[in-house]
């Protein structure tokens, strides 16, 4: 009897100790999903100032259910809550294993397994691992930054180039990694560019207009620059959108006053989500005020520190994308907006736009409007050209403000053979070094004629 009763008290002891430790652990995880919450609270309304509300609606659900499951978990029996604590344990670890077999799988580059399986050389680095080899061979490479990135980490200081004389790696699609020398304002261009005696032509855009992702001189400008033997400045960045883009055309065309600005717009994102992206920064919003600059010409070392300090911070966050379920979350979609595919033509686009005409002829220059298609434009099917992203309206609209407009659309792929051809591998993304020949001189040709 003694002997039975000093068994159940070592199981009654047993049990008391997990009934305490899941309650402890059920107050850990209401603690981390009341965190999770302000958190998320902090980065949506503070950081992102609502600009991203989409994605962050799902992490207001999913941490609000959080808290109010472990809430409610705190009222069950001793033996109920261990168990639920104890099978959302084995769930967690379940969860972080499947990440790791993701980071460690070789199959999570798709891009660039489809070219591999074509027969085609392609470079499975990331641009990161590619910075780190280049340090290790002693060159002093960054990471590209976009501004759009870095819209809401400053109220007083928005870079809208890169950091200046460094190695820059950028993306990959044509089976290499875009890798340029940047200019003195973190630009891709050459930098002596910006000692012509005139510049004759000035690129104001996105990826397209930065060449995003071919090597340097295969770009847009760097083509203009060969086929017309003149100066050309790009200061195209990846991500900008129309408010960007006036910011840019104010802060850096006074110091060299080009004779042609080309507008180049991207009918794949620039109505869709980069200029309503633009619309939540206070900051560039008050680059519609005329006069306002930040001087950025005159602050480039405080840009360099500033965004080294931002690519220092991403690295440290990337090391720690495990355990913040990074591959997981990429595949559930977390992170990613509620797509919108339909063009808004915000009234606001029409002011930019008006206002970048008038700065431009106020330096003596001429203003044109690049229009540049998409890659599913050409490989959809039954595509009403003159309706898809709302294209008529747009150049109409241009038109009545009296800005000559280049259709690379009509002007290049319509008449060209094989449309696809002038994308990477025949896939969706830039255009390759051929496709930004054909715009190059499609650009030349027509301001020629006109």
Not at 194 to 215: N, R, T, Y
Not at 407 to 436: A, M
């Amino acid at each position: 009897m003694t002997w039975i009763n000093k068994k159940d008290s070592k199981k009654n002891s047993s049990l008391k100790r997990r009934y305490s430790l899941s309650l402890w652990i059920n107050w850990l995880f209401l603690a981390m999903s009341a965190l999770i919450l302000a958190y998320t609270y902090y980065r949506a309304e503070v950081i992102f100032q609502g600009g991203k509300s989409t994605v962050y609606l799902k992490y207001y659900i999913v941490s609000l259910v959080s808290v109010f499951f472990w809430t409610g978990v705190l009222w069950l029996r001793d033996s109920v809550r261990a168990n639920i604590v104890t099978t959302i344990i084995s769930l967690i670890v379940g969860i972080y294993m499947v990440e790791a077999g993701l980071i460690f799988s070789k199959s999570l580059n798709s891009h660039g397994n489809t070219i591999a399986k074509m027969g085609f050389e392609y470079d499975q680095r990331t641009a990161l691992e590619v910075v780190d080899d280049l340090r290790e061979d002693g060159v002093d490479a960054v990471l590209s930054v976009r501004p759009n990135s870095v819209l809401t980490i400053d109220k007083k200081l928005l870079p809208l180039g890169g950091i200046s004389n460094k190695t820059t790696i950028a993306g990959n699609e044509n089976g290499y990694h875009m890798i340029y020398l940047s200019d003195r304002y973190g630009f891709n261009n050459p930098d002596s560019e910006w000692d012509a005696a005139q510049v004759e032509w000035l690129l104001i855009g996105d990826s397209f207009a930065e060449g995003k992702a071919v090597s340097p001189g295969k770009d847009i400008a760097g083509q203009i620059r060969v086929i017309t033997n003149t100066s050309s400045i790009s200061l195209g960045k990846g991500g900008n959108g129309p408010l960007i883009e006036l910011g840019t055309l104010t802060e850096y065309t006074e110091i060299i006053k080009p004779k042609k600005v080309l507008w180049l717009y991207f009918e794949g994102n620039d109505l869709i989500s980069d200029l309503q992206r633009g619309k939540a920064n206070p900051l560039l919003y008050q680059y519609m005020n005329d006069g306002f600059s930040q001087g950025l010409i005159h602050r480039q070392e405080e840009i360099d520190r500033k965004l080294k300090k931002f690519i220092t911070g991403k690295v440290k966050l990337s090391k720690t994308r495990w355990l913040r379920l990074q591959k997981i979350r990429g595949i559930m979609g977390f992170d990613v907006a509620d797509r919108v595919d339909h063009v808004v033509i915000d009234p606001l686009f029409t002011q930019i736009l008006t206002k970048a005409k008038a700065r431009t002829e106020a330096l003596g220059g001429e203003f044109y409007f690049v229009y540049l298609p998409q890659y599913e434009r050409y490989s959809e099917k039954n595509v009403s050209h003159g309706s898809y992203r709302k294209k008529s309206e747009v150049l109409e609209l241009v038109k009545s403000l009296n800005i000559p407009i280049i259709d690379i659309h009509q002007d290049v792929f319509v008449s060209h053979p094989d449309s696809l051809s002038l994308f990477p591998f025949r896939l969706n993304g830039h255009y390759n070094e051929v496709g930004y020949n054909e715009v190059a001189k499609a650009i030349v040709s027509n301001i020629k004629k006109q």
